[in-house]
């Protein structure tokens, strides 16, 4: 009788026994550490982490896709300030924004990509935005800064809240058909 209450090393813990009270212990200090270092690298989304992402774009977003506000960086600017007057400021790189699947990107070098540039050029330019086919522009980006606001505005339009972005650098783009 005492064997059949033993339980070997392979059998289920049962209710109340410490092995199972051991077993929940691991659980929740691996799942305590796991959260820990998550959110210790700020998410999956972290300043200086590379991250793929995609868009989807048509040729008039290389000119036509706006920013305004002050981004508190020296180096990269909108084309607008914050009160919606061009910033010709040359010594900073202006940026461009795009919307993709990590949300709302303000791109460095998106446009300047070697296939990028060549899917642009073979577009007409003049031609009225619903002419144009859509593509999808895949990079691998190295995240710079997160901007808590932002102004953006597609076409020379009414200017919209584009809420909180990611200043991102674009290291390597290739493109497709969408």
Known sequence: MADAQTLS???????????????GCIVVVTLAL????FFQRGGPLSEGSEVQASFSAISP???????AGDLGLADYRCRFDDSYQRDTDESRREIVPLNGDHGLMLLDGVFEQDEVRDRIDQDRPGQPRKSYDRFKIY?????????ESV????????????????LAE?????????
């Open 61 to 67: 977003d290389a000119r036509g896709a706006e920013c």
């Open 170 to 178: 674009a290291e390597h783009c290739t493109v497709r058909a969408d």
């Open 139 to 147: 990079c691998t980006l190295r995240l710079l800064h997160r901007i």
């Open 9 to 23: 090393a392979d059998s289920p813990p049962r209710p109340g026994s410490r092995r199972l009270l051991v077993d």
């Open 34 to 37: 796991a959260t820990a270092l």
């Open 151 to 166: 102004k953006v505005r597609w076409t020379r339009g009414a200017w919209q809240n584009g809420g909180p972005a990611w």
